[in-house]
């Protein structure tokens, strides 16, 4: 298997870490690939030319990084990442939401602060910042229930939380609440995270 990844990118990090969590490293070949300015490399796989794209052995294709987490998940069924059923299932679901969505303004503001400065729209920052700070807030509690086994959701969670400090560290988004503080420590010294920190390039 082939993974189209862009080192900044949280949702190809995202990948990254449940494929080492599986002990899927060996099999999965990291291609660095780049959706900016343009995604040449990617859209011969990814017609939305995004990373992460996961290319299959018989040439196949999935994308986005929930489609391709749920895949790597079901290659192994020991100790699975995503329950398959009940309320586990929609608590680890939930939460990877959340965090998606997190990252999901937090790209989005980044983008618009690189705009030239005639053109950024403060009315759209504000909407970006604002769904991050109340994110943040309602994340103390997702992760109060979560189970001890680090699972798909206090992934995303991590991945968003080193997003955030990664390309956003002047901003309060609410990282430094205590719950989430205590957590982001014990949790950034795994493995597979330190393996997949984010690098500028």
């Given at each position: 298997?082939?993974?189209?990844?862009?080192?900044?990118?949280?949702?190809?990090?995202?990948?990254?870490?449940?494929?080492?969590?599986?002990?899927?490293?060996e099999r999965l070949e990291v291609i660095e690939a780049h959706p900016w300015p343009e995604p040449t490399a990617i859209i011969e796989f990814n017609p939305l030319g995004k990373v992460p794209t996961l290319i299959l052995d018989d040439g196949s294709c999935l994308y986005d990084s929930p489609v391709i987490c749920e895949y790597l998940d079901s290659l192994d069924p020991r100790s699975p990442l995503i329950p398959d059923r009940g309320a586990a299932r929609w608590r680890v679901l939930r939460l990877q939401a959340l965090a998606d969505g997190i990252l999901d303004?937090?790209?989005?503001l980044v983008l618009e602060q690189r705009r030239p400065e005639a053109h950024r729209s403060s009315a759209m920052q504000k909407r970006f910042t604002l769904a991050i700070q109340r994110s943040f807030e309602r994340l103390p509690g997702e992760l109060a229930?979560?189970?001890?086994?680090f699972d798909l959701g206090q992934?995303?969670?991590?991945?968003?939380?080193g997003y955030v400090e990664f390309r956003l560290p002047d901003c309060n988004f609410g990282t430094d609440?205590?719950?989430?503080?205590?957590?982001?420590?014990?949790?950034?010294?795994?493995?597979s995270l330190l393996a997949t920190r984010p690098v500028l390039v």
């Open positions: 298997m082939k993974l189209l990844s862009s080192p900044p990118s949280p949702f190809a990090r995202k990948v990254r870490v449940l494929a080492l969590e599986k002990g899927l490293g303004a937090a790209v989005n229930v979560a189970d001890d086994r992934i995303a969670a991590a991945c968003a939380v609440e205590p719950r989430i503080r205590g957590w982001w420590t014990r949790i950034q010294r795994r493995p």
